[in-house]
């Protein structure tokens, strides 16, 4: 099973993104919200971007930016879907969202690029059955088994948004070896990582990817 891939973004769409992996381009099935979100990095981190068609981007991609997403991996019969996320608290809501009778990845995903995961997780609190039905392939019928299916999960989000959000400092060295290992993935030496981690300030994996990245790919590792 694939549970992340760690690639150059080769292509952007508003719910779909593709992955160049070492040469190997996967098609991912990404929400809304984090569209947006690679988007964002993509432009802060000077990549050059051309707009072809409605939301579509394609890069020249000058200084080959990794990105690492977060893998939700289903097989079916006759297919194999790739669905990706930026944080684990989507990817968790995603994947309960699937264990729910009449809901699929499609809707699941259209709920993920309504909201984001803490604001589901508030409607879902709130039982707020009007807000749910906007998005696309939810009634009221659906709506409410959601409601009812979630409750006890949703108060588990929020008190894990609230504890990421206010516990920052001691998942630094967790995100160090995340990183660690997404480099060495990437064919970097141990001891070149650990280097240039050392020289490096970020408190969250894709950050530290992507300053350490800097360094390696210049071979600045003294």
């Known amino acids: 099973m694939i549970c992340g891939l760690i690639g150059s973004v080769f292509r952007l769409e508003a719910m779909r993104v593709e992955l160049n992996v070492q040469g190997v381009v996967y098609e991912v099935a990404i929400s809304v919200q984090t569209s947006a979100k690679i988007r964002t990095m993509l432009e802060s981190g000077g990549a050059s971007v051309a707009i072809q068609n409605a939301g579509i981007i394609a890069l020249t991609d000058k200084e080959n930016i990794a990105i690492y997403l977060l893998i939700t991996h289903l097989i079916r019969e006759d297919s194999q879907l790739l669905f990706g996320f930026l944080d684990h608290l989507e990817r ?6 699937l264990k729910i009778n009449g809901v699929g990845p499609k809707v699941a995903l259209a709920i993920l690029s309504t909201f984001s995961a803490q604001n589901f997780a508030q409607i879902v609190r709130n039982k707020d ?12 019928k659906s709506a409410g088994k959601i409601l009812l299916d979630l409750a006890g999960f949703c108060k588990e989000i929020l008190e894990s948004s609230f504890d990421e959000t206010t516990n920052q400092a001691p998942s630094s060295d967790s995100a160090k070896n995340e990183a660690s290992s997404a480099l060495e993935a990437l064919g970097y030496k141990s001891a070149e990582i650990k280097k240039v981690l050392a020289r490096i300030q970020g408190e969250d994996t894709q950050t530290l990817i992507k300053e350490a990245l800097k360094f390696l790919s210049q071979g600045v590792v003294r």
């Not at 968790?92 to 969202?97: D, P, S």
């Open 92 to 97: 968790a809501t995603f994947e309960r969202l």
């Open 129 to 140: 059955m009007q807000l749910l039905q906007k998005v696309p392939g939810v009634g009221a």
